[in-house]
Each structure stands twice: as C-alpha cells, then as structure tokens.
C-alpha cells in the first residue's frame, strides 16, 4: 500500500494545470454506449473512476484506446448488457451505464452500487423515472434487472430531489427513447450541461440546457451520429488547488479552468478575504492580510458545491474566527472531521452542521483518507502543520485527482508518494 507524505509549514507559488472533469467524463464516457461510430474524446482525466469505466465499458464489448488524456471508443460491438458487481462495487457510478444500456438493448442487468463513506447513495430515483419511460425494473441478487423489449417511451418526469447522475442517466435515455421526455428539477451542473451538449452535437434535440427543466425528442431506438469532444475542466480539482494557495496564504495560478463554473467557490474565498484573479481560463489567488471565517451551506449548482465542503472546512480551522459549514446533501459527508482532529483541528459535529475555531495550529500525524475529497482535505492540513504528515489509504485519492504529487511538486510543495 502506499502513502503520501507531506512536510508541514509550506508556502506554495507557481501555477498548475488543471486536468478534464472527472465528474463530465464518467457520464461522457456512457453515452458513448447510444453512438453509432468511434468517438475521440479530447482533456480526458487519467484518473482511476475512468479507468475503472473504461474497464466496464470493455467488458461489454466496447474496444478504446486511450494516451495522453485523448481517449477514442468504439462501442459497435458492444453486445453484453450487464454491468457485473466486480466493477460496479469498485465506482458507483457505473450506474451511468443503466440508462444507455437499457435504451440501445431494450435490457440490462446493472449491479446496485451500494453505498459508500459519504451516505447510503440510493438510485431510487434513476429507477422510478426509467419505470415512468415503460421499463420494468426488478431488484434481484444485488442486480437492478431492468426491461423495455419495446423501447423506452418519452414521458413527463419530475425529480422529487436534485439528482446529477439520475438526471444523467435519464437524459441519455431519453435521447433513443420513443417520443418526447420532459424532466423537471433537472441537476444544472456544468457536468450535466456538458452531456447535453454532446447529444446536441449528435442530432438530439434538447431544450432548455442549463435549466432545471429540459424537453429531450427521443431518437425513436435509433443510434447516434456522435461528434469528437473535449471534456470541460474539473472546477473541484481546481478548487481544491485554490484551497491549496488559500491555506499555504501562498498567490498561486490554475490554468485550463472556466472560472464561470466556480463562482461560487472564488466568491467564498473572497469572502474569506482572499484576493482573486481571473482570465477567461486562469484564476489567481492572492494572500489575505486576515483570513476570515465563513458561513457555507452546500447545495446543488451553482450553489456551493459538496464536493468542495473538506476542503473548505480544513481551510477554515486557520480562519481568525469561527466558520460553520451545513452539509445539506450528503448524510455522511463529515469523516474527514475526526482525521483533521487528529491534527488538532477544533470541529464540532451537530447533526448536518459542523462548528470550526478558527487560530489553530495543526500537528503533523498519521492519518487515513476515507473518501475522494476529504483526502484532499488531509493534504491542505497538511501544508501547514508542524513536522511531516502521513496520509494512509490514498487510492481513494488518485480515483479523482491527476498526477496529485506531481501538480503539487510544481508549486513547490513537499510531498511524496511512498509504499508503506
Ligand atoms: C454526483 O453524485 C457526483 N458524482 C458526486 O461527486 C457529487 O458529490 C454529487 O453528484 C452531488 O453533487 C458524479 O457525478 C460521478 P446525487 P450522485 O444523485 O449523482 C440523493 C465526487 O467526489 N439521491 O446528485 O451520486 C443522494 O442520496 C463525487 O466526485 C436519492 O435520494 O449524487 C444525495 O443525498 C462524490 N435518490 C442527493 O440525492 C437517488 O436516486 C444528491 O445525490 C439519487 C440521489
């Protein structure tokens, strides 16, 4: 197993080039499935999560290739349409599977992906909405065993919940399905508008991109004319750089970004008495005289982001003050605070809510990382704590991050990846 180990007390300078979302390539590399021709997709992240669908997406039958981030796929062959527990318990969102498989074979067996560290993670509503569409659904040995002989039919849909890959799975279904879908309470992340977009490019017609509501005329069972694509920035790798310049009160650059999806982000450090620069696709953070505590609530977009609730909360334990942060998406999405106590970080924990003194001075320690971005959380406590911290468990952070020591090596910290 290995390990990352990190010396304390670090300023950071320079810039970092961030990579393609993990988030808009997952569901990106799924549609591929409703596609009648070999796709070059362009700023693919070479992370685990892609590697692991990849993995997926050619035990199905489905042939790719794939080298400095450029991947092109050729899913003609594809002739399974199960998608075996083996890989599905290793990413849950392999469940972006179910809807393109489901729409181009008419069935599909999907394992439940089961929940995670950061909640239970239910796709009840994926199942309802495909259910609404004409399919039958039936949950058998940890199998969702999911029928449409006939093809899925349009239908008007609403989300009880804001749901980013149940919106994702229901618009590529409803991009082959027989007739007009319309969804309320779609998910509006970049991620999801970027889905969109590419089945725009493919000759689906979709109105209302970006909106909570969209209207998607079906393709009637027939495959798609897919066009080559460049996935978007990843706006939490980014972020979590920011967080990085931010703790270290370090002015670093991160290139390759789209600033207007992270304004939420680059308000709060403001807020948070940072300065912030931006160019249609770099932002500079600046030190602040006084970092500031901060009030957060996390939401869906383009509220603040969930995936960026870690890495605020380590930022806030050096705030001269008290922060508190409300997690209202996740039931779960805390198990980085009893890590970041190992440092001595002074949270509180009540119910969704977490209270952090701000003024405190961090300890290096052995620490274990529990899920994707609260390791990254682990990381950013360690720049600035006292002595070398090591951080256990990280294959939960190279399933979403790119070359993590290396970008961070960059600019100028010391960190290392070693076996334990
Ligand atoms: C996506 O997960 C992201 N993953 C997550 O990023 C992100 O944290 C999350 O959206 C919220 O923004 C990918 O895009 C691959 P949801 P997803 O369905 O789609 C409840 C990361 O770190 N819900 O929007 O699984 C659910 O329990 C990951 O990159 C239901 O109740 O999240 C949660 O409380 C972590 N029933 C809320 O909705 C359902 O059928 C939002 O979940 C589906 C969801």
Redesign the pocket.
């Known amino acids: 197993m290995q390990y990352l180990s990190i010396k304390g007390n670090q300023k950071l300078k320079g810039s970092v080039g961030i990579s393609g979302a993990?988030?808009?390539a997952?569901?990106l590399l799924a549609v591929t499935l409703l596609s009648k021709n070999r796709v070059s997709i362009e700023n693919i992240p070479e992370v685990e999560?892609v590697k692991t669908l990849l993995t997926l997406l050619g035990n199905l039958g489905s042939n790719s290739s794939c080298s400095n981030n450029h991947v092109t796929i050729d899913t003609t062959e594809v002739k399974s349409a199960c998608a075996n527990y083996e890989i599905v318990k290793k990413?849950?969102?392999s469940?972006?599977t179910l809807g393109p498989l489901l729409a181009r074979f008419g069935h599909c067996e999907v394992s439940l992906?089961g929940g995670?560290a950061?909640?239970?993670?239910?796709?009840?509503?994926?199942?309802?909405a495909l259910e609404q569409m004409g399919a039958t659904i039936e949950l058998k040995d940890g199998y969702v065993v999911a029928k449409a002989p006939n093809g899925l039919k349009g239908a008007a849909i609403i989300f009880n919940?804001?749901?980013?890959?149940?919106?994702?799975n229901i618009i590529m279904a409803a991009s082959l399905a027989h007739g007009v879908t319309k969804l309320v309470n779609v998910?509006k992340?970049p991620?999801v508008v970027q889905l969109c977009e590419v089945l725009q490019d493919a000759g689906v017609v979709i109105e209302g991109v970006g909106t909570s509501n969209l209207i998607i005329f079906g393709s009637c069972g027939k495959l798609l004319d897919m066009k080559n694509f460049k996935v978007i920035p990843d706006r939490?790798e980014a972020g979590t750089y920011l967080c990085a310049g931010a703790i270290t009160n370090s002015k670093i650059t991160v290139t390759n970004v789209n600033p207007n999806h992270m304004k939420e982000i680059t308000l709060k450090l403001i807020q948070m008495g940072f300065g912030i620069k931006e160019t249609k696709s770099t932002i500079t953070i600046l030190p602040a005289k006084k970092i500031l505590p901060i009030h957060i609530e996390t939401t869906?977009?383009p509220g603040f982001?969930?995936?960026m609730q870690a890495q605020f909360m380590a930022l806030c334990t050096q705030a001269n003050g008290t922060s508190v942060i409300n997690e209202r998406?996740?039931?779960n999405?805390f198990m980085h605070v009893s890590e970041l106590g190992r440092m001595g970080t002074n949270i509180k924990l009540e119910g969704h809510s977490a209270t952090i003194q701000g003024d405190s001075q961090l300890n290096s320690a052995d620490v274990m990382a529990t899920?994707?971005?609260a390791s990254s959380a682990l990381i950013l406590a360690g720049f600035v704590a006292k002595g070398t911290t090591k951080i256990h468990r990280i294959y939960h952070l190279d399933?979403?991050y790119e070359n993590l020591e290396g970008k961070f090596s960059k600019l100028g910290a010391k960190i290392e990846r070693l076996e334990e």
Do not use: W
Not at 120 to 128: G, K, T, W
Not at 161 to 168: A, F
């Open positions: 993990k988030n808009a997952l569901p999560d990413m849950r969102a469940i972006l992906p995670c950061i909640g239970q993670r239910p796709i009840d509503l994926h199942l309802n919940k804001i749901t980013v890959t149940g919106s994702e998910a992340e991620e939490i869906e977009y982001p969930t995936d998406l996740f039931e999405r899920d994707l971005r399933r979403g």
